[in-house]
């Protein structure tokens, strides 16, 4: 069997001032946490530790709880992404956005209406978060009913607007004998980031077009400092 990943990202309606503020007080918290939890990694390395996730998260689970007043989940998700991000050599790697947990911090719904709204936990109750009604909604829900199935997703901040980034995964049999598989995720940011995959392990992971994306940005910012006269 072979899991087939695919990521679709959500875009919500307008929000209110209210929900965009708990949003927004919400994700200032788990970076001052994810900082928080970082300097902890760093500083247990002195002792040869933390060796995993739940290491750290057993140091800090009940500190970050008291301190943050996070949901319980999304303390448990920082822990992983911190931990990830440190392994990795810093916490650029790290790129705060909110997780969630389905159902435990979060779940879909309708209104009455049949609206579809993402429930989400803040640091003030829960939100319901209308989900726009456009061509990503209608390719997630293709998704679902080809028998992908998603237990998690993030909360992403771009400038003034929220997204809800999805991972949805399924199993597939794989029929024929192999030595390896070759999987492809063509993103905007990344445009294909390449990963060749053994019955043992990962032997290769390569991202193309990095460079691309981060030249259409600096034209971007040069276009909008330019002055135009009439």
């Not at 392994?87 to 790697?93: A, E, K, P, Q």
């Not at 779940?107 to 209406?113: D, G, Q, S, V």
């Not at 998704?143 to 771009?158: Q, V």
């Amino acid at each position: 069997m072979v899991e087939e990943v695919r990521t679709v990202k959500l875009n919500l309606l307008n929000l209110t001032e209210r929900k965009s503020k708990l949003l927004s007080e919400l994700l200032n918290v788990c970076k001052s946490a994810g900082d928080h939890l970082f300097k902890t990694a760093v500083y247990l390395e002195v002792f040869n530790k933390p060796e995993s996730r739940f290491a750290l998260q057993e140091v800090e689970y009940d500190h970050i709880k008291e301190r943050f007043a996070l949901h319980s989940q999304i303390i448990v998700d920082l822990c992983k992404d911190v931990f990830t991000a440190y392994r990795n050599g810093g916490l650029n790697f790290f790129k705060y956005t909110i997780p969630y947990n389905v159902p435990r911090s979060s779940k879909l719904a309708e209104t009455e209406n049949g609206n579809p709204v993402i429930s989400v936990a803040t640091l003030d109750g829960r939100i319901g978060l209308p989900i726009s009604q456009d061509g990503a909604w209608e390719r997630f829900n293709e998704f679902l009913e080809d028998g992908y199935e998603f237990t998690s997703f993030r909360l992403k901040k771009e400038q003034d607007d929220w997204h809800i980034l999805v991972s949805l995964r399924r199993e597939s049999e794989v029929k024929g004998e192999f030595d390896s598989v070759l999987g492809v995720d063509v993103g905007s940011r990344t445009l294909a980031s390449v990963t060749v995959l053994s019955k043992e392990r990962v032997e290769e992971q390569l991202y193309f077009g990095r460079d691309v994306w981060e030249k259409t940005e600096g034209y971007l910012h040069q276009t909008k400092r330019t002055p135009v006269s009439c």
